[in-house]
């Protein structure tokens, strides 16, 4: 029989992008994506053809650059505001 975990032992669930200790509540967030240089390249030539992409894009986008549609979502969401910031002061 598998041996029961012992308390430090116990499995991470992952919900929204944070890591969370299961019982615990306590939420570990996860490290910061950092992107390669070739990530953000290709993420910025995308914005600037488009700043909303469709659910089909995305999928592919993330799976060319080895993100998930995630990262590839809040990257773009992320890129959004500070674009409209950017605007705002003119």
Do not use: D
């Amino acid at each position: 029989a598998p041996l029961p975990l012992q308390e430090h032992e116990k499995p991470l669930a992952v919900t929204n992008g944070e890591l969370r200790i299961s019982g615990k509540g306590k939420k570990l967030r996860k490290p910061r994506t950092i992107y390669s240089s070739l990530q953000l390249q290709a993420l910025n030539q995308r914005f600037q053809q488009t700043q909303y992409l469709a659910l089909p894009e995305r999928a592919e986008l993330a799976a060319q650059l080895g993100l998930t549609q995630t990262q590839v979502k809040i990257w773009f969401q992320n890129k959004r505001s500070k674009y409209k910031k950017i605007m705002k002061q003119g």
